[in-house]
């Protein structure tokens, strides 16, 4: 099997069929692979997914959503269905460049959408801030469980030990691993639902999170800790003057609630921040429904309010 078809193919984390699929280029040339689901004339939303996951991480809310919204979806460079770019180091410009590219392919000039993004798709949200396709286009923004600078200092993976160097350079040597992850253990669920689930993950949770973290090729897995481990986009932050929702969970070990907490004081316009108590960091897995609620709240309040549509309701 394949890695790009490693996801579970049934329940409810079994990736949805697209209504459409297409190949977006980016600015350097890098190929990106793009999913439609649900209507044309629906309200549109674009889910940027995190480090070492694809679009089969949001497929709960892709599901769920698709009812009554255009949903789009993507692998960033080098993960799922897009292949590694040839042009290295990975930079969060990079991941700017493919956020526009996206956008621009699949939005009409001036279309408004909400824009969610999990871990480094919410890192992407930042590092896109002041891009004019990102601020022509998003109405709203959901950053979950996401870090804007010092992820590595302040994760606490590392079990039993207080922050210093010494836990910053075993944490770094952990999330920066060349070591390939092998095929889905039980010791390899065990581990990953420790290190990035919160303690009450229900198992059919965690094989989902599992076999779409095992298929990142592990060269892009570490290309990209070392994107995670130099990040600072505190200023991008402040970029962010739409509507921004935040949400986290209090148990999450890669980029503990204080993140969450931190990004939420310093947004123009934050409208809300959501703890979710005793979750990990894959928080559209592990609360499916808060993550999707959030996202349709955010449409109905600055997306439908704003078309012909929503204007004739009103």
Not at 103 to 125: N, Q, R, Y
Not at 147 to 152: H, R
Not at 209 to 235: F, K, T
Request: hydrophobic share 45%.
């Amino acid at each position: 099997m394949s890695r790009l078809m490693r996801h579970v193919t049934t329940g409810p984390y079994a990736p949805p069929v697209a209504t459409r699929e297409l190949t977006v280029t980016s600015a350097d040339g890098a190929r990106l692979h793009v999913e439609v689901h649900g209507a044309d004339d629906a309200p549109a939303v674009v889910l940027s997914h995190g480090w070492t996951c694809s679009t089969a991480f949001w497929a709960a809310q892709t599901r769920a959503l698709a009812t009554d919204h255009r949903v789009i979806v993507y692998d960033q460079r080098g993960h799922g269905r897009s292949p590694a770019a040839a042009r290295l180091p990975y930079t969060t410009d990079m991941l700017a460049d493919d956020l526009e590219a996206v956008l621009d392919a699949t939005l009409a000039p001036g279309e408004k959408a909400v824009l969610a993004g999990h871990s480094m798709g919410g890192m992407t949200m930042m590092a896109a801030a002041d891009r004019p396709k990102f601020r022509e286009h998003a109405a709203a923004v959901l950053l979950c469980s996401t870090g804007s600078s010092q992820l590595v200092a302040e994760a606490t993976v590392v079990p039993a030990m207080k922050a210093g160097a010494l836990r910053t350079r075993i944490t770094r040597a952990i999330l920066g691993s060349k070591a390939p992850l092998g095929p889905v253990t039980p010791l390899g669920k065990r581990v990953l639902k420790y290190a990035t689930m919160g303690p009450g993950s229900a198992a059919d949770k965690v094989e989902a999170c599992a076999r779409i973290v095992h298929a990142c090729p592990r060269g892009v897995r570490y290309g990209w800790s070392h994107v995670l481990e130099q990040l600072q986009l505190d200023a991008g932050v402040g970029r962010l003057t739409m509507p921004v929702a935040v949400i986290a969970g209090t148990a999450d070990r890669l980029t503990p609630i204080v993140h969450a907490q931190r990004i939420a004081a310093a947004l123009p316009d934050c409208v809300g921040l959501t703890e979710l108590a005793g979750l990990g960091h894959m928080t559209p897995v592990e609360a499916p429904e808060a993550v999707t609620a959030k996202i349709r709240e955010l449409s109905q309040e600055y997306v439908d309010s704003q078309s012909p549509k929503g204007a004739d309701a009103a």
